[in-house]
């Protein structure tokens, strides 16, 4: 049974750091490109960041330079997300999710598998 559980999401304050892991399990994922989504109260499931197999990256633009996405060097199913300069409009319900296939998408029904997700909240 495959599974994708979240770790990492809590309260922070507005500038402060969080990292959020994803550790997938019940099949091979260290070749399937894996990402992260967030979905705040009231709003559709936006994209956040993506990875491959070999590291390429891709990063929705009100994230880029603030946060990074990576894989654990060894195990390739741990995937994390650095979010550092948090603002109160990252608040969110953050997702990791994984593709059958090893190419980066920003689209979340290409993606077949999710975790449960993990909350993150920044406060004012």
């Known amino acids: 049974q495959v599974q994708l559980v979240e770790s990492g999401g809590g309260l922070v304050q507005a500038g402060g750091s969080l990292r959020l892991s994803c550790v997938a399990s019940?099949?091979?994922?260290?070749?399937?490109?894996m990402g992260w989504f967030r979905q705040a109260p009231g709003k559709e499931r936006e994209f956040v960041a993506a990875?491959?197999?070999?590291?390429?990256?891709?990063y929705a633009d009100s994230v880029k330079g603030r946060f990074t996405i990576s894989r654990h060097n060894a195990a390739r199913n741990i995937v994390y997300l650095q979010m550092s300069s948090l603002k109160p409009e990252d608040t969110a319900v953050y997702f990791c999710?994984?593709?059958?296939?090893?190419?980066?998408?920003?689209?979340?029904?290409?993606?077949?598998?999710w975790g449960q997700g993990t909350q993150v909240t920044v406060s004012s």
């Open positions: 999710a994984a593709r059958l296939r090893d190419i980066v998408s920003v689209t979340s029904s290409d993606y077949a598998y």
């Open positions: 019940g099949r091979t994922f260290s070749t399937n490109a």
């Open positions: 990875i491959s197999w070999s590291d390429r990256l891709y």
